[in-house]
């Protein structure tokens, strides 16, 4: 069974830095296709970022875009999500999650398969 583990979360103030890590057991990470999201209170989950099992796509959402990098690390079976210029507005929890659609880089939560618990990441103003 692939589970997906967060960390890194945190509190934070505006214009800072924050970079979250997403273990995965049970699975062999360059089996999938990897992407973080968000919620925030009262919201939708969201798409933030994407990789390909390779990592040579790595599209990100037009509202974190020049802020937020997502890389891999597939000897350490570990995603990265490197969040820099944070807003008061990324306030929310961070999933990560998985999938097996590997043709093509995928930014619909319903195309994931797996996904961790989440972490928690507050942004002061």
């Known amino acids: 069974q692939v589970q997906l583990a967060e960390s890194g979360g945190g509190l934070v103030q505006a214009g800072g830095s924050l970079r979250l890590s997403c273990v995965v057991s049970?699975?062999?990470?360059?089996?999938?296709?990897m992407g973080w999201f968000r919620q925030a209170p009262g919201k939708e989950r969201e798409f933030v970022a994407a990789i390909s099992w390779s990592g040579g796509s790595t599209p990100v959402a037009d509202s974190v875009k020049g802020r937020f990098t997502i890389s891999r690390d597939n000897a350490k079976n570990t995603v990265y999500l490197q969040m820099d210029s944070l807003k008061p507005e990324d306030t929310a929890v961070y999933y990560c999650?998985?999938?097996?659609?590997?043709?093509?880089?995928?930014?619909?939560?319903?195309?994931?398969?797996?996904w961790g618990q989440g972490t928690q990441v507050t942004v002061s103003s």
């Open positions: 049970g699975g062999t990470l360059s089996s999938y296709g």
């Open positions: 999650a998985a999938t097996e659609v590997l043709h093509t880089v995928v930014d619909v939560t319903a195309l994931y398969d797996y």
